[in-house]
């Protein structure tokens, strides 16, 4: 049986949940890390022995350090922890606005403390960053922000672990069907105009997402770092979608 090694932060549900399976399925031992510990461990006892799970929170360093000083050595690090919320910057409340770059961008930067220290050299470091790192949208301050943010983050990780031969990449998506997305659905002609702005015709799934990760972990990739991924059918050659407006619309109705 191979040993190697993947952590997926975040790996409970959605991207993350894809990411694991795919990862399992090429041969990896995979550790399921989510904050949602009853999820992790459902998910990991899904991939079966040998792989494992453990309750982590990005926002929490000591946290973060227990899975890599518990779990580690490891060969790939796949970080998928994330969350948005929609307000006017006039409105924004600053501790929301706080609350989505802690997990977003500082969270980032604590897996990459310890994902640097732990991970083998020659190894891996996938983390999600978004349509919205080069695409604004109005009410999306904190995530735009965030994102944007971990682009930069992922190019200077990159330089300062390419010493060891540690390559640092990030996947930017534009609209997955995931449960964190499920509410769009919801909000009449929002899912529509993300559709209509995709010139490939149709939102993404995580097992779209879950491919690039495992070319990104992969020898075919080791040439490649310091690399932000568009991933997004297209959408970031055209325009995001009104949120705030549909969101309006379907409160005044």
């Known amino acids: 049986m191979s040993t190697r ?3 997926v932060v975040g790996g409970a549900s959605g991207i993350g949940w894809a990411s694991a399976q795919a990862l399992a399925t090429d041969g990896y031992r995979v550790t399921v890390a989510d904050l949602n510990a009853e999820g992790a461990e459902a998910r990991a006892g899904e991939l079966g022995e040998p792989h494992g799970w453990a309750q982590t929170d990005v926002t929490d360093e000591a946290s973060v ?3 890599f000083e518990n779990h580690g050595p490891v060969d790939v690090v796949v970080a998928t922890a994330g969350f948005s919320n929609v307000s006017p910057i006039v409105d924004m409340p600053v501790d929301q606005f706080r609350s989505v770059v802690d997990v977003c961008l500082t969270g980032s930067l604590i897996v990459a403390k310890y994902a640097g220290r732990h991970l083998v050299d020659g190894g891996s470091l996938v983390w999600m960053s ?3 790192a080069r695409q604004p949208a109005v009410g999306m301050s904190a995530y735009c ?7 930069m983050l992922t190019q200077v990780a990159a330089l300062e672990f390419a010493p060891r031969g540690i390559r640092v990449n990030a996947i930017a998506p534009g609209f997955v069907h995931t449960p964190l997305t499920a509410g769009v659905a919801l909000v009449p002609g929002m899912l529509e105009e993300y ?3 995709t010139p490939l015709g149709r939102a993404g799934t995580p097992e779209d997402i879950a491919a690039a990760v495992l070319y990104l972990c992969s020898s075919g990739a080791s040439w490649l770092t310091g690399e932000v991924l568009d991933l997004n059918g297209g959408s970031h050659m055209k325009r ?3 949120i705030v407006g549909h969101v309006n619309k379907l409160m005044s109705s």
């Open 65 to 67: 350090a227990r899975l």
């Open 130 to 132: 978004s349509l919205n």
């Open 145 to 151: 922000s965030a994102k944007a943010g971990l682009s």
């Open 240 to 242: 995001y979608p009104d």
């Open 195 to 197: 559709v209509e702005n």
């Open 5 to 7: 090694t993947a952590f």
